[in-house]
Structures are given as C-alpha cells and as structure tokens.
C-alpha cells in the first residue's frame, strides 16, 4: 500500500515509520521524501480499506496526515 504524508524531512519520516512499525511490527516500510506526495510505501499487510484506516491512524498518532493511494482498487 501507498500512502500520501505531509511529511517534510528525515525526522518526520522517522516518526511516522516508528508509529506504523510499532502497529504492524513485520510490515516493510520505505518513504520516499523527495516524491511531492512523501509516499509511504507499506508491505506485507493486507491491502484493504481496514488495515489503510490503521496505517493512516498510526501517522496521524505520531503528528502527520496520510491518505491512502488506491490507484484504482476499490476500498474493500
């Protein structure tokens, strides 16, 4: 899953992997700071709306926004 954050540097990506890595320990997680969007990559969770809602929770907990990028699934 992708992820679209408002996030702006190093630190930022720090908090929101650190906040997501500790809701799904096994997920693979890479940020991309220099895309305009600050794409959250996520892998290694269910691609769905439920497990999307608990990611884009756990960057909001650690001070961001984050909205998930579909690219044309439907939200299950």
């Known amino acids: 899953m992708q992820f679209k954050t408002n ?3 190093s630190d930022c990506e720090a908090a929101i992997i650190k906040e997501v890595q500790r809701k799904f320990p096994d997920a ?3 940020m991309e700071l220099q895309n305009t969007d600050k794409v959250l ?3 290694g969770i269910p691609e769905d709306s439920e ?3 608990q990611v884009e929770a756990a960057i909001k907990e650690a001070g961001f926004e984050g909205a998930w990028l579909t ?3 439907e939200n299950k």
């Open 71 to 73: 690219r044309g699934l």
């Open 41 to 43: 990559h996520v892998h």
């Open 28 to 30: 693979k997680l890479k």
């Open 51 to 53: 497990h999307a809602a």
């Open 7 to 9: 996030a702006k540097c």
